[in-house]
């Protein structure tokens, strides 16, 4: 599997954007990037996804480098409920197997108020 | 609350002793796969079925370990003879898997075992 670098933590102020980075260099051409995030004490929730172009949804937005070997999460305002782990994840398009999620150890992010 | 859900949400056990967890997906998700996760790490995959098939097994799933999911609903996740070891939060997530789809995975809350 494709292997994704993360920083192991970042600090936020609340309510200024916060650029969460992840390096993917050996991304092949039929992975997406997907985002997942985990709140304190609870299961992985889905933030985002995107192949090629940049993608917004109410949560989050994704830029892709136009290499596509990083892309940054971008939360607009940070608020104490974003304080979690987000996770940079590859994963082959679904006609391509192995559709389990791998998840790295990802990158916490602490608000602070 | 249409959401995984997963029962019990804690559970502790003596060595030895077998557990069962069980795990009820999003209705209509065709697509059910279970994670472990110990502290400080990320989610590690166990297996997945598509409907009730079980397409994938991780080498993580030992002998000790056995799934279910008959007629393609709830599933079971099974742990025998229980080791320290087996100590994790274990996860179920589902799936609406269609071809060329991103195969969004929603996860339950998780399922805590503590083996003492």
């Known amino acids: 599997d494709a292997k994704t670098t993360q920083p192991n933590s970042m600090e936020s102020n609340e309510e200024e954007p916060v650029h969460l980075p992840c390096n993917h260099s050996t991304i092949s051409g039929t992975d997406y990037i997907h985002w997942y995030r985990q709140l304190p004490s609870q299961g992985p929730e889905y933030v985002i996804h995107g192949l090629t172009s940049n993608v917004n949804n109410r949560m989050a937005s994704l830029a892709i480098a136009e290499d596509r070997k990083s892309s940054t999460l971008i939360l607009h305002r940070a608020t104490l409920r974003d304080a979690a782990v987000y996770y940079c994840i590859l994963r082959p398009y679904s006609g391509a197997g192995s559709y389990q999620l791998t998840f790295g150890k990802g990158t916490k992010l602490s608000v602070i108020p | 609350d249409t959401g995984v859900s997963q029962d019990p949400r804690h559970k502790i056990t003596k060595r030895g002793q077998n557990v069962t967890f069980r795990c009820d997906p999003i209705?209509?998700?065709?697509?059910l796969y279970w994670y472990r996760q110990t502290l400080g790490q990320g989610p590690e995959f166990l297996t997945y079925f598509q409907n009730e098939a079980q397409l994938e097994k991780s080498r993580l799933l030992s002998d000790r370990f056995s799934a279910e999911r008959p007629k393609g609903s709830f599933s079971t996740l099974e742990i025998q003879r229980t080791e320290q070891g087996d100590s994790a939060m274990y996860l179920c997530?589902?799936?609406?898997?269609?071809?060329?789809?991103?195969?969004?995975?929603?996860f339950g809350p998780g399922t805590r075992l503590t083996v003492l």
């Open positions: 997530a589902s799936s609406l898997y269609a071809t060329s789809s991103a195969d969004t995975q929603y």
């Open positions: 209705s209509e998700h065709n697509r």
